[in-house]
């Protein structure tokens, strides 16, 4: 029915799923608000999702119609726009929430999500040709080049291993860790993995040594060195690196497989850097 000059709509709250038509615009003094179905439409999301964001708090309209109806205004679309590319890159809502509660300015939010959706961009960009090399060497001979293949898996295998590490990562660090993987590749990664094999082997040798000793600091020395390949020096990136391998319980089982390190190791390779301080 028209009321006021729009067609009145029942809130979704209130009717429970009932499928209703769009809302029209409301106007508010010189500000553009707009109901909960047609500010959904516009932005591409459902209103379920908008319902969720609503209850942990990522995305609240601060304004209500006389009726109750939920009310978005302009502004919202930027919030939720930084939902959304934060939800593409892996990052769970209730981190979300915490980053915008401490984001303030729009542009550097911007900026950060343009660089790390780059090198996102890149990361697939490598996989499709890997892919691509391989598909071509197989139409020409006929036969598989099974070390295309190896390149097809490290470069997956390289992307995956870093999605669900994401979420121990502040954004700041995330971006900075994202920097740091255009210096890295399948060689690099090929020799990277077998140094820390042989500094495993070497500490699992040594653990009678005295973690003070002369060879336990050179084991705690080649250990910050590899750790340092990755965290560049820095301590954001550092700090993640810390309460990922401090919840390694939780990890997904592929990555417990392929990071198993004894405990006798990690504590002997602890006690020889606190011994060197």
């Not at 379920?48 to 009726?67: E, F, I, N, T, V």
């Not at 660089?115 to 697939?124: M, N, S, W």
């Not at 960009?125 to 890997?130: C, G, S």
């Not at 399948?186 to 653990?207: M, T």
């Amino acid at each position: 029915m028209l009321c006021g000059g729009y067609k009145k709509e029942l809130d979704p709250d209130v009717t429970s799923g009932l499928n209703v038509g769009v809302e029209a615009t409301v106007k508010i003094g010189t500000k553009e608000t707009y109901r909960v179905l047609e500010f959904a439409k516009l932005a591409g999301v459902t209103v379920r999702a908008l319902h969720h964001y609503d209850r942990l708090g990522l995305l609240k309209p601060k304004q209500r119609s006389s009726s109750g109806y939920r009310l978005y205004s302009n502004r919202d679309f930027g919030r939720l726009e930084q939902i959304a590319v934060l939800k593409f890159l892996g990052m769970p809502l209730k981190q979300i929430r915490t980053l915008l509660e401490k984001e303030t300015k729009l542009g550097e939010a911007l900026r950060r999500q343009q660089k790390v959706l780059a090198e996102k961009r890149r990361q697939i960009d490598q996989a499709i040709a890997a892919i691509s090399n391989a598909q071509t060497s197989f139409e020409a001979t006929g036969e598989p080049d099974w070390n295309l293949f190896r390149y097809v898996i490290q470069e997956i295998e390289m992307q995956n291993n870093m999605d669900w590490s994401k979420k121990y990562y502040s954004p700041e660090a995330q971006a900075k860790v994202e920097e740091r993987k255009k210096l890295w590749s399948p060689d690099l990664q090929e020799r990277v993995s077998r140094d820390w094999a042989a500094l495993v082997a070497d500490i699992d040798a040594s653990l009678s040594e005295d973690p003070a000793g002369a060879k336990a600091q050179a084991l705690a020395a080649r250990w910050k060195s590899l750790v340092g390949e990755f965290t560049g020096g820095d301590p954001a990136i550092q700090e993640g690196l810390n309460k990922m391998w401090s919840d390694k319980q939780n990890w997904p089982a592929p990555a417990q497989r392929n990071y198993q390190i004894k405990p006798e190791i990690t504590e002997f390779i602890m006690k020889a850097m606190k011994a060197g301080k």
